[in-house]
């Protein structure tokens, strides 16, 4: 079965300029997260789905970033207009929760570059 | 959520064991000790979680000790190809869980 499928894997934008980022996570997979990576940093999370909500989007830029997930499947995560900091490595992530039960490991793309020029 | 404290970096060579201690000292009686590997240009990957005692699979060892602000990733006879970053969470992994990560720590193994 394919992991966690993300697209563009690299892009080069300059700034002022949109962009969009593309996620597919594992099937039967009920949260979906999106995470930036700055070089020499850990992930940090910008957004979680749980299904088709957003349940924590407190780290999400609202001014410039959005984000949506149809049909509790796919998700987009679109910046607006980009600025030069906003180079990073974007990634998705998926894990399934059940109710009540412990969460499953999740499982992360390969990430899509952004560069800002 | 609690706060973890890792080495930033550690260095190692092939086939010695390593040790990686992090610390989370406001661990909460619901928390999981959860931790990833990530390699360059890859996104993190799941290697190990637990709750208490001592945890072990195909690819690490977790110690955790009784009082639980403290845990230990193992890695046995590691390789070239474990050189990555270890990251350690701690969370409620029942129902949904927000996977926050810190720094975590750059593991390199030298020949």
Known sequence: EAGVVQSPRYKIIEKKQPVAFWCNPISGHNTLYWYRQNLGQGPELLIRYENEEAVDDSQLPKDRFSAERLKGVDSTLKIQPAELGDSAVYLCASSFAGRGGVNTEAFFGQGTRLTVV | ?111
């Open chain 2, 1 to 111: 959520l609690a706060k973890t404290t890792q080495p930033i970096s550690m260095d190692s060579y092939e086939g010695q064991e390593v040790n990686i201690t992090c610390s989370h000292n406001n661990i909460a009686t619901n928390d999981y000790i959860t931790w990833y590997q990530q390699f360059p240009s890859q996104g993190p990957r799941f290697i190990i979680q637990g709750y208490k005692t001592k945890v072990t699979n195909e690819v690490a060892s977790l110690f955790i000790p009784a009082d639980r602000k403290s845990s230990t990733l193992s890695l046995p006879r590691v390789s070239l190809s474990d050189t990555a970053v270890y990251y350690c969470l701690v969370g409620v992994p029942g129902g949904y869980n927000k996977l926050i990560f810190g720094a975590g720590t750059r593991l390199a193994v030298h020949p």
